[in-house]
């Protein structure tokens, strides 16, 4: 039981371990009744290809981060509060098999295990420990989640034009909205989505005239928000240049979660190779 792992002294040395693979590159993990209850290595399917990345799991938050030396050295280290987290299976294909997605608000993301075993053990602890953490917070489950960013590879010419073939001059660029790989042509305006970033992000042509249509909307129905002749969603609307906005989200901190929530999460041991969940 994470009960009984809760301050214990097993418990202590494994997250002073996560905590020291990750150096000063990470940020303090250990927090009175916060439980490590497994790790292991996921593939994540990033904007240029898949990599591996190590993940922890916790009764509050998920942890993953870069491999430098396995079991010794992390870097790039993420935390994703798990009361934001919602998970959906996806189906098996030739190529990918044991994915399933991990999507919050800020940010969604594909990953896979490397048996079926692994991915229902994954699943069912992220969601059990998902479950009793809505349930200590009395928070509701999210509904609204980031669009993962199709990766390059999966087309070679822009998703909405349909026309411009990509190459090493023409670059790809991703609708923050909707994911998609666009071109530039296809991707000029900017629209503030405030659950991604304070600053207004590039968003294809269909987005932005469907963005620009529900904030004309509210502005309508809620006059007086916004000043008449220069509604806000323009303020968003900016036609410059790519400034380095492209890069993999992967690279993007993320903020941590607090940990004061009671566990009682039933945990157990597995024989499998890449995963292991602690007893
Ligand atoms: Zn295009
Ligand atoms: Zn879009």
Known sequence: MVDYLANTE??????AAVESCFGASGQPLALPGRVLLGEGVLTKECRKKAKPRIFFLFNDILVYGSIVLSKRKYRSQHII????VTLEPLPETLQAKNRWMIKTAKKSFVVSAASTTERQEWISHIEECVRRQLLATGRQPSTEHAAPWIPDKATDICMRCTQTRFSALTRRH???KC???VCAECSRQR???PRLSPKPLRVCTLCYRELAAQ???EEEEEPGVGSPGQPAYLAGAV?????GDDEDSDEDRE???DGDWPSRVEFYSSGVSWSAFHS
Not at 10 to 15: A, E
């Open 239 to 243: 036609c410059g240049a790519s400034s």
């Open 191 to 193: 629209f503030l989505l």
């Open 179 to 181: 994911g998609f790989v």
């Open 215 to 217: 904030k004309r909307q």
């Open 81 to 84: 509060p798990l009361e934001e």
């Open 174 to 176: 991703h609708c923050r």
């Open 10 to 15: 097993i418990n202590s040395q494994r997250i």
């Open 255 to 257: 903020g941590s979660g």
